[in-house]
Structure formats: C-alpha cells, structure tokens
Antibody, heavy 125, light 107 residues
C-alpha cells in the first residue's frame, strides 16, 4: 500500500523560502511515475504546483514557476518542494500525491492517487 | 492554461437523490478529465479518471461521462457519506488545472 507523508515547518515568515518534503512508503520512487505537489488555501479550491519524474524531469505551474523548485531524492525515497519569496497568499494546505497514468483509446490519462494527508503552512511574521 | 468551469458551485440534495455535476473545459481535452471528492479536513480522493473510468474501490453509484469540452459526474442515489465537495481536473496538458469545486450539501 503506497503512502505519502508531508513534513516541514508549519510557519514561514514573509519573503522566506517554504520547504516541504514528501516521504513515500510502499513504493520505490525509482520505479517510475510522476510525483506532484498540490495546494489549497483555506476555504478555497485546489491548485497544482508542479510534478517531478523519478529521473528529475519537472513540470511547474507557470503562475509559480519563477519561485518553485521540486527535487527528488531516490536514496531516501522522497521528493521535496521549495517555494521562495513567500507571501500571505501562499498560506495553504500543501498536499503531495503520486501522479499515476494509463492508456485509454485515444490518449493517456493522468491522475493523482494516493495523496498525503496534507500539511498547513502559514506565512506570517 | 485550460480553464475548467464547474456547475453548479453548490447544490442541496437529499439522500436517495440522483445528482449531476457538470464540468466544462475552455478547449477540447479529449477524455483527459478526472473527478475528485473532498471531505472537510481530508485530502481529495480520486473517483473517476479518463472521464468515465471508475477508480478501484469507488462505489458504482458514481459514474462519469463526456468528451471534448463537456463532462458530467453523476451520483445515482446519494448516500450520507457522499456529502462533500467535488472537483474536476484536466490532465490534457500542463499546467494541470482544477475546476473551482461543487459543494454538495444535505437538503
């Protein structure tokens, strides 16, 4: 059973860098799949931040691209998120998830499953 | 980025009702659409992928349909545990984008 667990500081000061790690158990990141970060401001909807392949190939949301770095550490079976120059608008629950994929007639589907439980990061001085 | 628009934004229904939620994409996305259920304080849960494929373990009262720009999630007979917020997601291209959510409440 694949499980993901986010960890990192729950409080970050404005202008500093938010750093989170997602530890994966029950599956080796080296075996494949993309791994993603998604966030949700309090009371609002979901926003995809970015995804990384086990080889290190990344996709980022253009709205955050200048501030985001996602990396993978296969030796520790974990991947990480760094978001620089944070403001109060970055206050959110941050989720990590495995990005599965599969063929269907006419295309390739991607989905996020499973998810971590999420961790609330508050940006405040 | 592809915009995903869900309707309605909120919905009141009773146990046993048949409910339909709609998601419209700003451009054609083939069948590259998923549906997620989120309960308060919990992570989203995958229900449907590739527009109509039911995720393993998800009750058969959930179904998805559509292709191109218009998609629907149908719950055939609402159960108490189905009251939650539902999100669509397009994975046709990056950036992956979500709909704004539909809150399903008890009438």
């Amino acid at each position: 059973q694949v499980q993901l667990q986010e960890s990192g500081p729950g409080l970050v000061k404005p202008s500093e860098t938010l750093s989170l790690t997602c530890a994966v158990s029950g599956y080796s990141i080296s075996s494949g799949y993309y791994w993603g970060w998604i966030r949700q401001p309090p009371g609002k909807g979901l926003e995809w931040i970015g995804s990384i392949y086990h080889s290190g190939s990344t996709y980022y949301n253009p709205s955050l691209k200048s501030r985001v770095t996602i990396s993978v550490d296969t030796s520790k079976n974990q991947f990480s998120l760094k978001l620089s120059s944070v403001t109060a608008a970055d206050t959110a629950v941050y989720y990590c998830a495995r990005q599965g994929y599969g063929d269907y007639v006419g295309g390739v589907a991607n989905w996020f499953d499973p998810w971590g439980q999420g961790t609330l990061v508050t940006v405040s001085s | 980025a592809i915009q995903m628009t869900q309707s309605p934004s909120s919905l009141s229904a009773s146990v046993g009702d048949r409910v339909t939620i709609t998601c419209r994409a700003s451009q054609g996305i083939r069948n590259d659409l998923g549906w997620y259920q989120q309960k308060p304080g919990k992570a989203p849960k995958l229900l449907i992928y590739a527009a109509s494929s039911l995720q393993s373990g998800v009750p058969s009262r959930f179904s998805g349909s559509g292709s191109g720009t218009d998609f629907t999630l149908t719950i055939s007979s609402l159960q108490p545990e189905d009251f939650a917020t539902y999100y669509c997601l397009q994975d046709y291209n990056y950036p992956i984008t979500f709909g704004q959510g539909t809150r399903l409440e008890i009438k």
